[in-house]
């Protein structure tokens, strides 16, 4: 290249620089708004509100026959759970109620109970619940009970489970949720990654810029969360945002508590970070790189315990709070968010700032210049005309940084993928509940997008052993720094997506409480054969298929068929089981109420014609 076509390039460029961005910037801008996109389109398939808490155990159980009204009803659950005066209502079968009012906690945490009135004469009553499990999800039903008699069939399916709830609400509650992991990852990851790897990024304003949205996209997740979590419990509309009772509810609550602690922690955050741009907070070291100064040090202690309470806030809203060893699981899922914020929000540094500095008309933050450099050093400066070598100070800055971002990426890949694997163990239980329930299923699509992830950055750690191991090698030029760049943009492309998963998942019953595999027997009744599906295996409503085949394996019509259901252990039935044949041989019972957990006994009578009929027998467990 001869120097006045040298020239020509570099008006042009100059040109490009006052004038329009470059492409860098734009494509920068592009990630971004793909980002964003992805995340709205994940987050628009959110699933309505599901919950941790079962119901175990009643009295009077679901079913029950009594003599006399019982005084009062108490419901048990497999977790502890949040109650209301309104959270258990007792109604009568003109929809009138008969209870007392005032619904609290029972003796237990698990329990809550509910007062009837005095005097309740003969008939069903249907009691509807809906309490807040103790990872913050909303969870309800209902069931029946007769006095003087058994309950009619089908009085509490007619009611709502009390579980549902509005889904602009949901959404709008999973988009600031996903809004307050973006934040973290953003503000967490910047933070480490500006303090304690790149120094002197933090006189320059594209980092801080960075971090300065990570606090706010944090802020607003919080407000969002706080705001949002009182209509979704209650079931109401996005209205209630607008009520202080259900904000005053939540803040009354673990949740709120949390989430204002939360908040109290980044307003603490703001003189701290403003202090990152102060040049005492570094000093020039030996290797011609600036380091943390003994100021900065002590700021970064100051910090990591504000980080750490903002992810310890974060993992004890969710599943890691209900089960069992709960302190392990919030022990875990706290090393889990840490890891995911210093590698996502460390991508969104590197590919965003770092890689994109020319290093060109700033200071060069190792001590060649005096000046504060608060300009513009933003994404999209060309390093140089492409193909040649990256300025010197940038490659100084590269040769310091890189290889310990490097390190850094590659331990918290680690710590992810291991407390990883342990609450992939803990929520799902067992492996058909990987591909058998939603929450496995999300977690399976987390899963891939999570192993393009790493095998990204496996190529980038490649491209820096290559270019910085064992020391730095032949000068770097732009165009390979462009490819590294690009790598490491499509990385924080497909965090963007898994933080939107993530957020869907933390609204999701886990698979091990969700998975209810279809119960199939094969038994015989006299000369008949008979096959028995019931699906799902769940409290709740079931569907259950009756199969009758006579000696040579033909379909045996039948004259009459009917069912019932018990539950010895707990002195629940006989519960009615309506069966209806469909086609010969083949009766169907939909929508059976089976209010509780444990093995339950399921009892046929099939008659065939005028005297003779059989009856079969078969256990079976519902979870």
């Not at 910047?190 to 990570?214: D, K, M, N, Q």
């Not at 970070?273 to 600036?290: A, K, N, S, T, Y």
Request: charged letters at 15%; aromatic letters at 6%.
């Amino acid at each position: 290249m001869t120097g006045s076509e040298r020239r020509g390039l570099e008006r042009g460029a100059g040109r490009r620089r006052a004038g329009e961005p470059s492409r860098r910037h734009v494509g920068a801008r592009r990630v971004l708004a793909v980002c964003a996109l992805a995340a709205v389109a994940v987050l628009g398939m959110a699933l309505p509100a599901s919950a941790h808490a079962v119901l175990t155990g009643s009295d009077p159980v679901g079913g029950a026959a009594l003599d006399t009204a019982p005084a009062r009803v108490t419901l048990t659950f497999s977790e502890s759970v949040s109650v209301k005066s309104d959270s258990i209502r007792i109604l009568d079968t003109a929809g009138a109620r008969a209870d007392e009012g005032g619904a609290h906690a029972g003796a237990a945490a698990s329990q809550a109970t509910v007062a009837l009135r005095a005097g309740l004469g003969r008939g069903t009553y249907v009691v509807s619940w809906r309490v807040v499990s103790a990872d913050s999800h909303p969870v309800g039903g209902a069931f029946a009970f007769g006095v003087g008699g058994p309950p009619d069939a089908g009085a509490a399916a007619a009611l709502p489970s009390g579980g549902g709830g509005s889904r602009v609400v949901g959404v709008a509650l999973g988009t600031a949720r996903f809004i307050a992991f973006a934040g973290a990852a953003l503000l967490i990851g910047a933070t480490f990654f500006v303090a304690v790897l790149w120094p002197a990024g933090g006189r320059r304003s594209a980092p801080v810029r960075l971090i300065a949205a990570g606090w706010l996209l944090s802020l607003v997740g919080a407000v969002g969360m706080l705001l949002f979590q009182g209509p979704y419990t209650a079931g109401s509309g996005i209205s209630g945002i607008f009520r202080g009772d259900p904000l005053a509810t939540t803040l009354d609550g673990r949740y709120g508590q949390l989430l204002a602690i939360r908040v109290l922690a980044l307003l603490l955050a703001v003189p701290l970070l403003r202090r990152l741009r102060d040049p005492e907070m570094i000093e020039p070291g030996d290797d011609g790189v600036r380091h943390p100064s003994g100021a900065g040090r002590r700021g970064l202690v100051e910090l990591a315990g504000l980080g750490l309470t903002l992810v310890v806030t974060m993992a004890m809203i969710g599943h890691a709070s209900a089960g069992e060893t709960v302190w392990l699981a919030t022990a875990s899922v706290t090393l889990h968010t840490a890891a995911m914020a210093i590698w996502l929000g460390g991508l969104c540094v590197l590919g965003l700032t770092l890689l994109g500095w020319s290093g060109q008309g700033a200071g060069d933050g190792h001590g060649s210049s005096t000046g504060n450099d608060t300009g513009d050093d933003g994404v999209g400066r060309d390093a140089s005309l492409e193909g040649e070598p990256v300025p010197p100070a940038h490659a100084v800055e590269l040769a310091h940084v890189l290889p310990r971002w490097s390190r850094t990426a590659t331990i918290a890949i680690a710590v992810i993928v291991l407390t990883g694997a342990f609450q992939t163990w803990r929520e799902i239980g067992e492996f058909g509940a990987l591909f058998d329930t939603t929450y496995g299923r999300l977690l399976l699509y987390k899963l891939w997008f999570v192993l393009g992830a790493l095998g990204l950055g496996f190529l980038a750690r490649r491209w820096v052993l290559r270019h910085y191991h064992p020391e730095p090698g032949p000068q770097v030029t732009s165009i390979a720094l462009t490819g590294l760049r690009r790598g490491v943009l499509f990385e924080v492309l497909i965090g963007a997506v898994v933080l939107a998963v993530t957020a869907i998942l933390v609204n999701t019953i886990p698979g091990r409480d969700s998975y209810a595999p279809p119960f199939a027997r094969t038994t015989v009744a006299g000369p008949l054969t008979v096959d028995i599906n019931v699906s799902p295996t769940r409290t709740g409503a079931q569907t259950m298929h009756v199969y009758t085949y006579d000696p040579q394996g033909r379909p045996q019509r039948l004259v009459e068929a009917s069912g019932e259901l018990s539950l010895p252990s707990a002195g629940v039935g006989p519960l009615q089981v309506p069966l209806v044949e469909v086609a010969d041989g083949h009766a169907v019972a939909e929508g059976v109420g089976v209010p509780l957990p444990g093995q339950w006994q399921l009892r046929f009578t099939l008659r065939i014609n005028d005297f003779d009929q059989y009856v079969t027998t078969v256990f079976y467990d519902v979870r």
